[in-house]
């Protein structure tokens, strides 16, 4: 298949680069040029336009920072430029409203596609597909799906699609915030940081994803690719999701006030430097 692929973040090159891998013809956008000279050595072509990227494609994604890109170029360019019969996915984690708008605006050809994992899961082929939208468009674009992974999990809106990727990212979130806290108040009561990876670090209350993190939130490391700026905007929409039906999450709340602190701190670094809040403001007993 010959797939446009706009946006080149992190996710986005992984993305792009599992397509190409696997042989299909990529064309790649992203606002600011020479985002992913390494695709273009493989293979991809970088368009200077929506508009170019899109011509001629079998199918379009997107995979951007929030609302407003997606707003931006989705409901701008893409629209004008995008043919009336070309599938479309959406692979960013934005609001379930916005997605039933693309839905809306775009029709049956119209895929959310959100992704659980990270992108080197995408690079391997072992991220989950959160795919949401008509059976028959699903179907169709079966090639493009089993390229990048064999976990795919259907679900029969994009809105539906989107309300799985933000529960899933804001239970990882929260574990996150939890665990800095459990080392901070561990280290209050005296523990150092051997003992605290002696008692966590293979504990049954820590969950394999939060093992993945365990030392980097236990070091607040700032390297990763889930920056704190979209660490806090993944929590505002589980927080905004559930209050459009009138339902409130108060520790989502305070989730994404942490979130908000730490990109105050770092916008730049992984949702595991959120631990650095709590860095030199225990003091052990005497």
């Known amino acids: 298949m010959h797939i446009a692929v706009l946006g080149m973040g992190r996710m986005g090159v992984a993305l792009a680069g599992r397509l190409l891998a696997d042989g299909h013809r990529i064309t790649i956008w992203n606002r600011t040029k020479g985002r992913a000279a390494q695709l273009e050595s493989r293979g991809a072509s970088e368009a200077a336009t929506v508009s170019e990227a899109v011509s001629g494609v079998d199918a379009v994604i997107t995979i951007l920072s929030d609302d407003a890109a997606v707003r931006a170029v989705a409901l701008d360019d893409l629209r004008a430029a995008i043919t009336p019969d070309t599938p479309y996915i959406d692979s960013s984690t934005i609001s379930p409203a916005l997605s039933a708008k693309l839905a809306e605006t775009f029709g049956r050809r119209f895929v959310s596609m959100p992704i659980a994992g990270a992108p080197a899961a995408v690079n391997a082929g072992t991220a989950t597909l959160l795919a949401g939208g008509e059976g028959a468009t699903l179907d169709a674009l079966s090639p493009l799906l089993r390229s990048l992974s064999d976990s795919v999990r259907r679900y029969e809106s994009p809105a539906l699609a989107l309300a799985a990727k933000v529960t899933g990212n ?117």
């Not at 108040?185 to 003992?195: I, K, S």
């Not at 030392?215 to 905007?233: E, F, M, N, S, Y």
């Open 170 to 286: 804001y239970l990882l979130l929260a574990g996150v915030a939890t665990l800095a806290e459990a080392f901070a108040l561990g280290r209050a009561g005296g523990l150092d940081d051997t003992q605290l990876r002696e008692l966590l670090d293979g504990a049954p209350v820590v969950s394999d994803a939060m093992r993945g993190r365990f030392q980097a939130i236990l070091t607040a490391d700032t390297d990763g690719w889930w920056t704190t700026v979209l660490g806090a905007k993944d929590a505002g929409l589980a927080v905004d999701t559930a209050a459009a039906v009138g339902v409130e999450l108060p520790l989502a709340e305070r989730v994404r006030e942490r979130f908000l602190a730490a990109a105050d701190h770092d916008p730049h670094a992984d949702i595991s430097a959120v631990a650095a809040l709590y860095q030199n403001r225990t003091t052990p007993p005497a």
